[in-house]
């Protein structure tokens, strides 16, 4: 069975920083977004990044987060500084895997972290 597993959410107050984790062991990548979902609203994309390193941020969280991945641990990290009350959701990491079911990379979602940012 496939597992996205992510961790690292929190509560931080304004300010501060939390780093989000994302693994699935035993499959290589095609790409891995994180998302987010705050209470009453769509689930938004936050970032992503490709098995290339292609890398795409949310205009709201330019220049406070960053995405990185460690190929060797099968790990997709995403740093979040300068936190704001509104980056307060449930952040769910979502990644294109070969998973050999068949041809090309197939989407599994993680099971959410709940990121809060107090004032």
């Known amino acids: 069975q496939v597992r996205v597993v992510e961790s690292g959410g929190g509560s931080v107050e304004a300010g501060g920083s939390l780093k989000l984790s994302c693994t699935a062991s035993?499959?290589?990548?095609?790409?891995t977004q994180w998302y987010r979902q705050a209470p009453g609203k769509e689930r938004e994309l936050v970032s992503s990044i490709s098995s290339g390193g292609t890398i795409l941020y949310v205009d709201s969280v330019k220049g406070r987060f960053t995405i990185s991945q460690d190929n060797n641990k099968n790990t997709v990290y995403l740093q979040m500084n300068s936190l704001k009350t509104e980056d307060t959701a449930v952040y769910y990491c979502?990644?294109?895997?070969?998973?050999?079911?068949?041809?090309?990379?197939?989407?599994?979602w993680g099971q959410g972290t709940q990121v809060t940012v107090s004032s």
């Open positions: 979502q990644m294109q895997l070969r998973t050999g079911i068949g041809p090309g990379c197939f989407k599994y």
């Open positions: 035993g499959y290589s990548r095609c790409g």
